[in-house]
Nanobody, 122 residues
């Protein structure tokens, strides 16, 4: 079992930045692929970014490539999402998730946090 808690969401203006954190507890954090997903009102949950167990490989959705950066600190059992040049269409609840194998679909993830709201005003 892995428990995940997101933090760092909030209200920001267009062009601003936020850094989300995902703190993990329970089983060995470094054994899991970690991912960020988001869900806007009335829309399905969508993939944002993922990072492998060691942090050596990352993958991003086209919509955030070049603006967002995923990272992890296995010594601190924490994953991050640095979000720059934010746009109103980035407004959503952001979730972190853990998976045993590499995946970009929500169904591939075994554990989820409760989510943190990110709102980008125009």
């Amino acid at each position: 079992q892995v428990q995940l808690v997101e933090s760092g969401g909030g209200l920001v203006q267009t062009g601003g930045s936020l850094r989300l954190s995902c703190a993990a507890s329970g089983r060995t954090f470094s054994a899991y692929v970690m991912g960020w997903f988001r869900q806007a009102p009335g829309k399905e949950r969508e993939f944002v970014a993922t990072i492998t167990q060691s942090g050596a490989s990352t993958n991003y959705a086209d919509s955030v490539k070049g603006r967002f950066s995923i990272s992890r600190d296995n010594a601190k059992n924490t994953m991050y999402l640095q979000m720059n040049s934010l746009k109103p269409e980035d407004t959503a609840v952001y979730y972190c998730a853990a998976a045993r194998l590499f995946a970009v679909r929500p169904s591939g993830y075994d554990y989820w946090g409760q989510g943190t709201q990110v709102t980008v005003s125009s």
